[in-house]
């Protein structure tokens, strides 16, 4: 890839490029919104939380890669803690190059940092490639996962 992606934690001015990140394919460009402002409620909420990271990838200035990182306590598996990844992006054009590697490796070694037995995430069905990118770094599918939509976005 030539230059490298360097990994810092979000701030105030790296949402809209988040966002846009979200956006950036078929699912999420008709789930997620244009409005910033629940966006920016969400990272204040997320910023204040110590359990809560959120962090993007710069390269030659621009934001093109993201992932929010949770610490969750857990009474199973022994009362270890485990991080939950949300939101992992890498902008398309750089896909295949080793972003998301290394962003999976970060989260990796920040979870480990933080006492965590598991790291886990989700990606929908329809994203055989998230799917088998996430199998190709070690993840494995052990779980049905299952949501209730509570909010009606029409």
Known sequence: MGDRVELRRANREDLPAIVALLR?????????????????????????DP????????????VV?????????????????????????VREALRGRGVGGDLLA??????????????QLTTD????DAR???EAAGFVAT????KLELVDRG
Do not use: M
Not at 71 to 83: K, M, N
């Open 132 to 134: 088998r990118f996430y």
């Open 106 to 119: 970060w989260c990796i070694s920040w979870a480990r940092d933080n006492g965590c037995g598991v790291v």
């Open 24 to 48: 950036d394919d078929a699912l999420g460009g008709a789930r997620e919104g244009t409005d910033l402002a629940p966006y920016e409620a969400a990272f204040a909420e997320i910023d204040g």
């Open 65 to 89: 890669a993201c992932v929010q990182a949770t610490l969750l306590p857990c009474l199973t598996h022994g009362g270890r803690r485990r991080a939950q990844l949300e939101g992992v992006r």
């Open 125 to 128: 069905t329809r994203r055989a």
């Open 143 to 146: 779980h049905d996962g299952l």
């Open 51 to 62: 359990h809560h990271l959120l962090v993007v990838g710069e390269l030659a200035g621009e």
